[in-house]
């Protein structure tokens, strides 16, 4: 069975820093694209970031470019996301997803 | 940045057949992917690459692309596919992946 376990989420302050983690299981992880998926309160789904098989090569939607970092541990079978600087507008479910399946989300609040 | 436009809402009576559409300008050179979303839920992908369906995704959900329109179609709709949709893409140079602003399917 396909799982995508995130974790790491959590409440921080304006301008703090979190890192979430998702642990894959039931596929061959090393073989798809990963990305990170953010769902703000009452709103739609916005890609986040991707990252290639292998680590080589990693894209960021321009909001966060400069400020999260997406990557990964294929002998973990691990994805993760540094998020640095983080602003009230980076509230939100964080999903982790190879496209094909997606884990639960962990909430991440940012606010004074 | 780029950008897939999508109807805000869309409802249909049980049996009746809802259809959903994606526009965007790279839709000619790039796949599509719908996702299901119910309140509360994670995302489950309906359709892949135009018009695949997914194992476990019921006869009724259909997918087709031409030219920036792509269209979700769900035939003889059931009360339990009421939800939100979500198409999905890259931009033309692979690298931007972007969903639509989201369908919600209301079943009457």
């Known amino acids: 069975e396909v799982q995508l376990v995130e974790s790491g989420g959590g409440l921080v302050q304006p301008g703090g820093s979190l890192r979430l983690s998702c642990a894959a299981s039931?596929?061959?992880?090393?073989?798809?694209?990963m990305n990170w998926v953010r769902q703000a309160p009452g709103k739609g789904l916005e890609w986040v970031a991707k990252i290639k098989q292998d680590g080589s090569e990693d894209y960021y939607v321009e909001s966060v470019r400069g400020r999260f970092t997406i990557f990964r541990d294929n002998a973990k079978n691990s994805l993760y996301l540094q998020m640095n600087t983080l602003r009230v507008e980076d509230t939100a479910v964080y999903f982790c997803?190879?496209?094909?399946?997606w884990g639960q989300g962990t909430l991440v609040t940012v606010s004074a | 940045s780029y950008e897939l436009t999508q109807s805000p809402s869309v409802s249909v009576s049980p049996g009746q057949t809802a259809r959903i559409t994606c526009s965007g300008d790279?839709?000619?050179?790039?796949?599509v992917y719908w996702y299901q979303q119910k309140s509360g839920q994670a995302p489950v992908l309906v359709i892949y690459?135009?018009?695949k369906r997914p194992s476990g995704i019921p006869e009724r959900f259909s997918g087709s692309s031409s030219g920036t329109m792509a269209s979700l179609t769900i035939s003889g709709v059931q009360a339990e596919d009421e939800a939100d949709y979500y198409c999905y893409s890259t931009d033309s140079n692979d690298d931007q992946n972007v969903f639509g602003g989201g369908t919600k399917l209301t079943v009457l």
């Open positions: 790279a839709l000619p050179k790039r796949y």
């Open positions: 039931g596929f061959t992880f090393s073989d798809y694209w």
């Open positions: 997803t190879s496209g094909d399946s």
């Open positions: 690459e135009d018009s």
